[in-house]
T-cell receptor, first 111, second 115 residues
Framework: DAKTTQPPSMDCAEGRAANLPCNHS???????VYWYRQIHSQGPQYIIH???NNETNEMASLIITEDRKSSTLILPHATLRDTAVYYC????????????FGQGTILTVHP | DTGVSQNPRHKITKRGQNVTFRCDPI?????LYWYRQTLGQGPEFLTY????????KSRLLSDRFSAERPKGSFSTLEIQRTEQGDSAMYLC?????????????FGSGTRLTVV
């Protein structure tokens, strides 16, 4: 699996957009970008994934650069409950197997 | 379906004892994964099953660890002769392949403390 690089921590004010970056410069053509988050003492929660087009769901938006070497997860209106560790993962194939988690980004949303 | 269920939530055991954890995946999911997570680290892959077949095992899964998924439903992870280094959160996840629309669904984990 390709490796990803994320900042160790970020802060965001409640109600503002949280933009979490991820570098994945060695991503290959059939690999997807996945985002998960983990709130303290819980298992990771799937957020969103994409291949090369931008994606949006009820939780977040995913912006992938044209060269696919980096991406940004956007939480449009962060709340205190969005405080968590956010993991950016690259995995591929038509039926992906294991996900390799890195250290992630600790996002702290302040009142 | 209430999601992925793991039991017990917490387990304290003495060094050298055997422990077994259970994971009940989402019923229609054909893949089941086990991960281990220590404090401050991301989850580390241990093994995964497709139906009842164990398809991959990490080198982290020493010969003291064994996982089974009889009949392709629930799974058990057994650790024999536990060591203090086995203290961690053990996470189970399931997914439906090839439907990747919803990613993995993780359980809340079993926290193991070896004293």
């Amino acid at each position: 699996d390709a490796k990803t690089t994320q900042p160790p921590s970020m802060d965001c004010a409640e109600g503002r957009a949280a933009n979490l970056p991820c570098n994945h410069s060695t991503i290959s053509g059939n690999e997807y970008v996945y985002w998960y988050r983990q709130i303290h003492s819980q298992g990771p929660q799937y957020i969103i994934h994409g291949l090369k087009n931008n994606e949006t769901n009820e939780m977040a938006s995913l912006i992938i650069t044209e060269d696919r070497k980096s991406s940004t997860l956007i939480l449009p209106h962060a709340t205190l409950r969005d405080t968590a560790v956010y993991y950016c993962i690259v995995a591929g194939g038509t039926s992906y197997g294991k996900l390799t988690f890195g250290q992630g980004t600790i996002l702290t949303v302040h009142p | 379906d209430t999601g992925v269920s793991q039991n017990p939530r917490h387990k304290i055991t003495k060094r050298g004892q055997n422990v077994t954890f259970r994971c009940d995946p989402i019923s229609e999911h054909n893949r089941l994964y086990w991960y281990r997570q220590t404090l401050g680290q991301g989850p580390e892959f241990l093994t995964y099953f497709q139906n009842e077949a164990q398809l991959e095992k990490s080198r982290l899964l020493s010969d003291r660890f064994s996982a089974e998924r009889p009949k392709g439903s629930f799974s058990t992870l057994e650790i024999q002769r536990t060591e203090q280094g086995d203290s961690a959160m053990y996470l189970c996840a399931s997914s439906l392949v090839p439907d990747r629309n919803y990613g993995y669904t993780f359980g809340s984990g079993t926290r193991l403390t070896v004293v």
